[in-house]
């Protein structure tokens, strides 16, 4: 991975592809990572695209900023923006996938002439009443499993809570890399990105 600092802040991202090839910008998930692309990454290189694929803010291993604004969709569309700029991965196809697919329709609004295309993949329109309900409901206990255990164990009481819907139906191996991977994410990440999905209005 390289790192690029952007006002101030690290972004992770990992660059694959031919520089005179078209250019793709990947945007990943609530609490995902760069990894969360791969196997699209091989599809597209073989296609002859090249791919730039960040950690968003506070994800992977990009840095955690400690205050709410970094992580407001239309903020991480312009750290993105100023990233795939200095790489020259502009105008880019820009695909976005859940809370990646929020940030992509901001970049598109924001920063239209650097957007070749949009693809959006099951992109995030704000969660739920009674999601937000349980989110906001359960934030504070979390706080304090994440202080006691770390994200491992976030993810752990999530499971408890309910908050992981579906996680049983995984076989264990999956289970094991959906909770490592998850454990990647900060505690900002989580909380700040969970409340930017909570509070965002609809842009498409």
Same mark, same amino acid.
């Given at each position: 991975?390289?790192?690029?600092?952007?006002?101030?802040?690290?972004?992770?991202?990992?660059?694959?592809?031919?520089?005179?090839?078209?250019?793709?910008?990947?945007?990943?998930?609530?609490?995902?990572?760069?990894?969360?692309?791969?196997?699209?990454?091989?599809?597209?290189?073989?296609?002859?695209?090249?791919?730039?694929?960040?950690?968003?803010?506070?994800?992977?291993?990009?840095?955690?900023?400690?205050?709410?604004?970094?992580?407001?969709?239309?903020?991480?569309?312009?750290?993105?923006?100023?990233?795939? %700029?200095?790489?020259?991965?502009?105008? #880019?196809? /820009?695909?976005?996938? $859940?809370? @990646? +697919? =929020?940030?992509?329709?901001?970049?598109?609004? %924001?920063?239209?002439?650097?957007?070749? #295309?949009? /693809?959006?993949?099951? $992109?995030? @329109? +704000? =969660?739920?009443?009674?999601?937000?309900?349980?989110?906001?409901?359960?934030?504070?206990?979390?706080?304090?499993?994440?202080?006691?255990? @770390?994200?491992?164990?976030?993810?752990?009481?999530?499971?408890?809570?309910?908050?992981?819907?579906?996680?049983?139906?995984?076989?264990?191996?999956?289970?094991?890399?959906?909770?490592?991977?998850?454990?990647?994410?900060?505690?900002?990440?989580?909380?700040?990105?969970?409340?930017?999905?909570?509070?965002?209005?609809?842009?498409?």
């Amino acid at each position: 991975m390289d790192i690029a600092t952007i006002d101030g802040s690290e972004i992770a991202y990992r660059v694959a592809g031919s520089a005179s090839a078209l250019p793709v910008l990947l945007i990943h998930g609530y609490t995902g990572t760069h990894r969360n692309w791969a196997l699209t990454v091989k599809l597209l290189l073989a296609a002859g695209y090249r791919t730039l694929s960040p950690d968003d803010p506070g994800h992977g291993q990009s840095g955690a900023p400690t205050e709410f604004e970094s992580y407001e969709f239309g903020h991480v569309a312009d750290t993105l923006h100023q990233l795939a %700029r200095g790489l020259d991965f502009e105008p #880019a196809v /820009v695909m976005g996938h $859940s809370m @990646g +697919g =929020a940030i992509a329709e901001d970049s598109v609004l %924001r920063h239209r002439s650097a957007v070749r #295309a949009l /693809v959006l993949v099951g $992109s995030a @329109g +704000g =969660a739920s009443g009674s999601e937000r309900e349980a989110m906001a409901q359960h934030i504070d206990d979390l706080r304090d499993v994440n202080r006691r255990g @770390g994200m491992t164990a976030v993810f752990d009481r999530q499971v408890v809570l309910g908050l992981r819907p579906g996680i049983e139906s995984l076989n264990e191996p999956m289970r094991d890399l959906t909770r490592s991977e998850f454990a990647k994410t900060s505690w900002e990440g989580y909380e700040f990105g969970g409340l930017a999905l909570r509070t965002r209005t609809e842009t498409l």
